[in-house]
């Protein structure tokens, strides 16, 4: 089946710097991915919709120069949390859209941020 | 506005003790219903999709059904490693593919 990529697994950082989260379709071309938040015990939330080649699409209360999402291929989707804070804390997934017949919809691993 | 709610919340089992988790759901034009499968620190596995009432699917030891109000994931004979949280959703007609609402899941343990 398709697997998507996505690294890294976990990572702490300190306040106000940025990280960086890769997503990756390994072996079929995604021109459409998106970025989940899921805290303890609660359900995903989508944060945005990643189209290759424009930019993003955020719901509504996500501020996107805070989660800054790139698009740059058709397997690679990145999203950058800047100036975390601990209230970012989180864990964050993304999932990639399979096209044509049967289409499916594919998640990473997550990757689990911690701010110190 | 678009709802899922899971029931139970948790639920334990011992191994070969057959179950049903519950997913009811109130939208506007449902466009499909998926289950999938989480483990601790893990993103979403994917399970099933249903599309209309009266489907069912099945893999292994779980079973998917579908009505008008809800859903149904029936889990026959389970074993330790079914232990995992089981969420559904539904994307509803105008979304993307990916605008996927979600319920909060159900926490199932299977004790050997």
């Known amino acids: 089946g398709a697997v998507v990529s996505q690294h890294p697994s976990w990572v702490i950082c300190k306040s106000g710097t940025s990280v960086k989260i890769e997503c990756r379709s390994l072996?079929?071309?995604?021109?459409?991915m998106f970025w989940y938040r899921q805290f303890p015990k609660q359900s995903l939330m989508l944060m945005a919709t990643s189209n290759e080649g424009s930019k993003a699409t955020y719901e509504q209360g996500v501020e996107k120069d805070k989660f800054l999402i790139n698009h740059a291929s058709l397997t690679l989707s990145t999203l950058t949390v800047t100036s975390a804070h601990p209230e970012d804390s989180s864990f964050y997934i993304c999932?990639?859209?399979?096209?044509?017949?049967?289409?499916?919809?594919?998640f990473g691993s997550g990757t689990q941020l911690s701010v110190l | 506005e678009d709802q899922v709610t899971q029931s139970p919340e948790a639920l334990r089992l011992q191994e070969g003790e057959s179950s049903s988790l519950n997913c009811s759901y109130t939208v506007s034009g449902l466009r499909g219903l998926f289950w999938y499968r989480q483990d601790p620190g893990k993103g979403p596995e994917f399970l099933f999709t249903?599309?209309?009432a009266g489907e069912e699917k099945e893999k292994e030891r779980l079973k998917a059904t579908l009505t008008k109000k809800e859903s149904f994931l029936h889990i026959t004979a389970p074993k330790p490693e079914d232990s995992a949280t089981y969420l559904c959703a539904v994307r509803t007609g105008g979304t993307s593919y990916g605008k996927l609402t979600f319920g909060q899941g159900t926490i199932l343990t299977v004790h050997p």
């Open positions: 249903l599309y209309s």
């Open positions: 999932s990639a859209r399979t096209v044509g017949v049967g289409e499916k919809l594919f």
């Open positions: 072996d079929f071309q995604a021109t459409t």
